[in-house]
């Protein structure tokens, strides 16, 4: 499975990228339903988070992991699986990216996050937490990780984000790049 994993990565761009210091190897794993419009946020800021860091990602995923530079890679997938506790094992930091339908106060909510086990209210998936509880359980270490978690408005079956949702997206790039340092 690990031969996946790096198989699954492509170098984006050979432009020079800001460096992390050695050792600080991190995800920003954004999920959702892109056709479902406002679910599929996450991947709209880790797009504008990657064109910060001077790389071009395309406006629908092709693949699951981008490496963008030798210290950040950038993953999308529909929901969290048990398979991405692998993923989370070969990082130091990981960034959960997700929408919230409002039972969140805030529009933008960012939390510190740490590996335990939570029911999720679906079969299909896990949470962020469960995933990281998965890894400390199989691969016997846990990155740091956070959620940031921003307010979908409309999931009708459409690509593009609702006008109250994309107002978001600045902001919630703007924290990204704030947790990446």
């Known amino acids: 499975m690990l ?8 170098q984006v761009s050979e432009k020079s990228k800001p460096q992390k210091p050695a050792g600080q190897r ?7 339903n892109l056709d479902r419009q406002d679910d599929g946020i ?20 092709e693949q699951q ?4 530079s030798s210290t950040t890679t950038i993953g999308f997938a529909l929901h969290l ?9 070969q990082y130091d ?41 998965l890894c400390a359980a199989l691969y016997h270490r846990t990155p740091q990780a956070a959620l940031l ?13 609702s006008a109250s949702a994309y107002q978001l997206l600045d902001a919630a790039v703007e924290r990204v790049m704030e947790w990446l340092g």
Do not use: M
Request: aromatic letters at 12%; glycine letters at 4%; proline letters at 7%.
């Open 26 to 32: 991190i995800l920003l794993l954004g999920y959702g």
């Open 65 to 68: 992991l981008y490496e963008i």
């Open 81 to 89: 699986i048990p398979e991405h506790a692998e993923w989370l094992s």
């Open 93 to 133: 930091r990981v960034l959960f990216l997700d929408a919230h339908t409002g039972s969140i106060p805030q529009d933008i909510s960012f939390n510190v996050l740490s590996a335990q086990y939570e029911p999720s209210p679906f079969t299909h998936h896990l949470t962020p937490a469960t995933c990281l509880a």
């Open 149 to 161: 978690s921003v307010r979908g408005f409309d999931f009708n079956f459409t690509q593009s984000l």
């Open 3 to 10: 031969s996946d994993f790096n198989d699954q990565k492509q």
């Open 42 to 61: 996450a991947w709209h800021i880790l797009r504008r988070v990657a064109e910060k860091l001077d790389t071009r990602l395309p406006a629908i995923p």
